[in-house]
């Protein structure tokens, strides 16, 4: 058995705890493949593999770590919670060096002692590497679409409903910690949406911005020829309805600012108004297809003002 003491001021690994085996391949992802970043503690994803244990007995490295209601002491995990943080580990194929990340991140806040005892907080961290590393596999992987068009699939990517998706796809839900009473069949996508962005943001804190970027690259890059596909099926008018009904008490005007080219191959350039609302307007080879070009510039407008959420595009 090793002790090691931690150069950083006021943190100390818990006696008898020792140290984990350094990495024999690259960092995990959703398949056992990724770059090598030498992190320690690989999970592989085939259940069929021998999987290290590296965290033995009945404590967490480094579990003050993070934590701001413990006061910098250490902090002891029970048997019951580690099984289910290793089971965790195992079904997602990514692995931490601090297991009370792990563990604040599947703490819905039914349970929690206190707030900053949920995963609420590394939720906001979560919620800002995805949209950052949505914006980038888009702009990456789309070099011919619109501003517009990349909006559009951002949007859904980040929403509600593709979350939950995204974490039933890790397998989270089954050891979220939730409060008494609740069952786990129960949640709600956005509660699941939630957790997803929890768990990347404890990845975050745990691995750092490179190595969860790269692992939320993987799970985003299997996704997206159906996130493309399904932004090419939504009904951008029918939503821009709803909304404007909604906030506004009013109906979408479709104005026709001109058109061009000869008869048989006439273009149309459209906008939309709301009241006193102009959007930017937007071009097609048919009044039909400008009229939804315009519809969407007009919800991406609303989205980036505020005055919208993403759950129009559940």
Known sequence: MTNRKDQSEGQKDIEGTPDPAPAAGPSPTLD??????????????????SVPVPFPGSTAEGTHANHPSNHGKDAT?????????????????????????????????????????????????????????????????????????????????????????????????EFMQLGKGISHNSISDKVLGNLFEAFYGAVLADGGVMRARDLLRTLLTKFLPVIEAASNKDNPKSDLQQVAQRHFNA???????????????????????????????????????AEKKAAWNALNELLRQGIIDDSVFD
């Not at 493949?33 to 259940?47: C, E, I, R, S």
Request: proline share 5%; charged share 25%; glycine share 8%.
């Open 32 to 49: 056992g493949g990724g770059a090598d970043t030498g992190a320690a503690n690989v999970f592989p994803a085939n259940p069929n593999t």
């Open 251 to 289: 109906s979408p005007v479709y104005e026709l600012i001109q058109e061009s080219g000869p008869d048989h191959q006439k273009t149309f350039q459209i906008r939309v108004r709301i009241h006193q609302m102009v959007f930017p307007p937007a071009w097609g080879t048919s009044k039909k297809e």
């Open 77 to 173: 995990l029970d048997e019951e919670t580690l099984d289910r943080l290793r089971r965790c580990m195992q079904r997602t194929g990514i692995s931490f060096k601090n297991l009370w990340l792990l563990r604040l991140a599947l703490t819905h806040a039914s349970s929690a002692t206190n707030a900053l005892d949920s995963n609420e907080r590394l939720e906001f961290l979560g919620d800002s590497l995805l949209g950052l590393v949505a914006s980038e596999l888009l702009y990456e992987r789309y070099p011919e679409r619109l501003e517009g068009d990349l909006t559009r699939m951002k949007a859904l990517m980040v929403s509600s409903k593709w979350c939950s998706r995204f974490c039933n796809e890790l397998g989270l839900r």
